[in-house]
């Protein structure tokens, strides 16, 4: 896999500066360095040190969502902002595909003719569509899409590899991540109404950075 950083010196050293600030205002915490790789990631991309006391971690998270990287899972995102702004390259480098549904005419049908969201219907379709199991499912956006995702877990059997759960809003958004905390499925989860799309694209970057210094 090609380097996982910025392309030229000057850009890693205002990343390599970025980051020395935020490592030395955020001061103690309880993250594995893994996970604070993830969280000061999240942190550079908002300005927003929050998120070191918003952000929670299943245990599992990101052993299961390096291992599902490297098998070349499907990553299923509620928005299309997402996947604008996954890197490519870095994840055809391992086989992953991007889907994102929530345009898709039948989607929009559906959610009219049953008053749900597109956002439901989008992730209802990806169940049937047999890509959630071993996915890692990335939701900024729709809190009802992490609802949704939640209600498959529970209801249905769905095994995604790895839930992030980060949508950003005023009606369920705190709620939707509380639900995504009491699943077996492996989360990360900012906790609150604070999330959106950057966030989430954020957390899959730094996890494909540790695929590429963590031991297989």
Known sequence: MSDMRQMTAKGRSIEDGSFAIIDSEAGPHQFSPAEWQI??????????????????FHPDAVRTGIDALRRGCPIVVDVKMITAGLNEDRLRA??????????????IAAA?????????EAMRKAHRNSLLDG????????????????????????????????????????????AALRIPTPYIVARGRKGGSTIAVAI?????LLSTETPA
């Open 135 to 178: 996915a890692i499912v990335a939701i900024g956006n729709a809190p009802t899409a992490l609802l949704e995702t939640v209600r498959l877990v529970e209801e249905t059997g769905a095994r995604p590899a790895l839930v992030i759960g980060v949508p950003v809003g005023f009606v369920s958004a705190a709620e939707s991540k509380e």
């Open 112 to 120: 009219k003719a049953a008053n749900s969201t597109r956002a439901i």
């Open 204 to 208: 899959i970057h730094a996890l494909l």
């Open 39 to 56: 969280v000061r990631r999240v942190i550079h991309a908002t300005a927003d040190f929050e998120f070191k006391e918003l952000t929670r």
């Open 94 to 107: 391992y086989g992953c595909s991007t889907h994102c549904f929530i345009s898709d005419d039948d989607v």
